[in-house]
C-alpha cells in the first residue's frame, strides 16, 4: 500500500476531481459514510464530535448525518461560525440541517459547555484539522485539543490527528487511541515526532481510483502480511541443502559469543541449508555447543577477538559480518576484506557498521549486493550526523544513503524503513517494544541472511525478514509474554508459528 505526502494526497484529490470529473461532495459523503460505519459508538451517551473550518470537519459533518440517520445519540460542534466554512462542508452542513439535525457552534457562552462535554464523553471524534495544517494548532484549536486530550474518552481521530503536520512543531496535537485514514497512509504517521499521537492505524477506502495516484510518483509503500505472503518462496519438493543457500556468518568474540549463537540459529531456522560460522578460535568452543546445526571455521585470533587475517574458505551464497566481533583493529581488517568479496551479498550489521563509517566510499566499489541494517545510532554514525537527526529524518536519509552509495539498508525501530539503491522504500507495519532488547538485532541478521539466499529478490527477503520478526513478537505478547519478559531467544523459538501462517 502506497505511503503518499500531503502534495501527493492533494494531487491526487485534483486529479479525481478534474480529470475524473467526481465532485468533492462525493468525496467527502464516501468519506463521512466510511467513517460512519468503522467507528464503533459503544454504549450509552457521551459522543462528541468535533468539527474544523476545512474539508476534516465536513468529513465529520457527513460522519454526524449518517450517525443521526441512524438514532445514534451525540453532540456536533462546530469550532467555526457556519459562514467560515469552504464551500464544501458548508454544503453538507446545509445537509444536515434539511434533514432536521442539530449542532453548537463553538462561541464564547457555548465554550464552557463543550468544556464540561469533552470532560465527561466516552468517545471524541476528532475532525478539526486534516492534512491542510501549517504549524502548530492555533486558537480555538488549541485549547480544545488539551480539553479533548485531558478526557479519559476513546478518541478517534479523522485522517491526521489534529495538529499533525509535515513541518514539526512542539504544539498541542490530538492523542487519538485510533486514526481512520483516507485512502492512503500518510508519510507523518510513521514520522517518530508523530507516530504516537496517530494510535491504532486503520485506512479506509473514499473512491479515488488507483489511477488517480499514477501521476504522482509514490516511491514509498507499507510492507505487511498481505505483501510477505505475495513474495515469500515457496520451497521446491526437490530441495536440498545446497539449494537453500549457503551462508557464511562472520561473528562472535571471546567477550561475545551469544551474538553468533543468535545470529546463527536465527539465520538456520529461517531456512538457510548450510550454515557456517566464523568466528576467532578462542570464542568456538562457547559457540559450536549451542547450536549444534552449524559448521564452524576457527579464525586466527588475537586476544579473543578476530586477528583480521581471513581464513581460507570455500564459496558461499551469502556473507554476514559483524554481530559480537567488537571494534578492534582485527575485526577492522577483517571487514575491509569482506568488502572486496565480489559476487556474493554481503550483509554487513552491528561492529562491521562501526568499522565501515570509518570510511564509507568503500561501498561504493562493491559489485554485488551490500546489505546495512544499522540502528538509529549506527545510522547517525554512518551518516556523520546526530541520533536525533537521523530520527526525524529517517526516510529522507535513508533514502539519500542508499542513492549516493548503492546499498540496501535496513533502519531499524519502531516502523523499520527498507531502502533499495534506486531509492525504493517500504516501512514495516509489525513488531513491539518487546524488541527493545539486546540480541534482537542479531536475530534479524539471521533471518535475513536466509532470506537473502531464497528469495529471488533482495528487497523482498529483507521486508520479509523485517516483518517476520515483528510479527513474531506480536504474536510472543499476544499469546504467552508480556513486553517486558521477551529474549532474543524467544524470538527465534517464535519464529515457527508466524513462519507456518506465511507458508500457507
Ligand atoms: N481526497 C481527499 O483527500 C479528501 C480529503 N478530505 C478531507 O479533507 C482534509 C483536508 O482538507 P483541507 O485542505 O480543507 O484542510 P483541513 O481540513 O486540514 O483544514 C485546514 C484549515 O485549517 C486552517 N489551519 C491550518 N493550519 C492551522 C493551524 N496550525 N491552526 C489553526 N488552523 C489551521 C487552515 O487555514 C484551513 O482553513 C483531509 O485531511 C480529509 O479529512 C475529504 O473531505 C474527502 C476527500
Ligand atoms: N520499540 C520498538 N518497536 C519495534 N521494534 C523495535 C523496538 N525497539 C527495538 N526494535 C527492533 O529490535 C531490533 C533491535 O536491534 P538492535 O538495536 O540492533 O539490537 P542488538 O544489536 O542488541 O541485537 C531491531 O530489529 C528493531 O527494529
Ligand atoms: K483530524
Known sequence: MKIITVKDMYEADRWTMEEAGLDEIVLMENAGAALASSIQVGEGNGRVILAGKGNNGGDAIVMA????????????????????????????????????????????????????????????????????????????????????????AIRIAIDVP???????????????????????????AFHPRWTSFYGQVEVVDIGLPDKAFEKVEVRRQLWGQEQVRRTYPKRAPDAHK?????????????????????????????GAGLTTIVT??????????????????????????????????????????????GRRKGSALLVDQLLEAENVPLLLDADALYHLSEDVSRLKRRGSPTILTPHPGEMAQLCGVKVQDVQTERLNLSRRFCQEYGVFLVLKGPHTVVTTPSGEQFVNHSGNAALAKGGTGDVLTGVITAFMMSHGSVQAALCNAVWLH????????????????????D??????????????
Open 242 to 270: 545446497g539449494t537453500a543457500g549457503k551462508a557464511c556468518v562472520f561473528a562472535g568474540s571471546f567477550t561475545m559469543p551469544g551474538a553468533a549463537v543468535l545470529a546463527g540459529k536465527a539465520a538456520i531456522r529461517g
Open 470 to 489: 515483528g510479527k513474531v513478537a506480536e504474536v510472543l505478547v499476544e499469546e504467552k509474554h508480556s513486553l517486558t519478559d521477551v529474549t532474543a531467544s
Open 65 to 152: 448525518r449518517r450517525w443521526a440517520e441512524q438514532k445514534i445519540p451525540f453532540s456536533l460542534w462546530l469550532l467555526c461560525p457556519p459562514e467560515k466554512l469552504r464551500s464544501a462542508p458548508r454544503q453538507h452542513l446545509n445537509a444536515y440541517v434539511a434533514a432536521g439535525h442539530s449542532f453548537t457552534v463553538l462561541a464564547p457562552d457555548t465554550k464552557e459547555l463543550l468544556a464540561e462535554e469533552l470532560n465527561v464523553a466516552h468517545l471524541i471524534v476528532d475532525g478539526m484539522l486534516g492534512i491542510g495544517t501549517k504549524g502548530a494548532p492555533r486558537e480555538p484549536y488549541r485549547t480544545i485539543l488539551q480539553w479533548a486530550n485531558h478526557s479519559q
Open 162 to 188: 489534529s495538529g499533525v503536520s509535515e513541518d514539526i512543531h512542539q504544539g498541542e496535537v490530538f492523542k487519538a487511541t485510533r486514526t481512520i485514514t483516507l485512502q492512503a497512509p500518510k508519510t507523518t
Open 280 to 325: 576467532p578460535k578462542s570464542a568456538l568452543p562457547l559457540i559450536a555447543p549451542s547450536l549444534t546445526e552449524a559448521t564452524y571455521v576457527a579464525a586466527s585470533d588475537e586476544d579473543g577477538h578476530f586477528s583480521g587475517e581471513l581464513p581460507a574458505l570455500g564459496s558461499f551464497d551469502a556473507i554476514t559480518v559483524g554481530p559480537g566481533i
Open 491 to 504: 524470538v527465534i523459538d517464535g519464529l515457527p508459528s508466524v513462519l507456518r501462517t506465511v507458508e500457507k
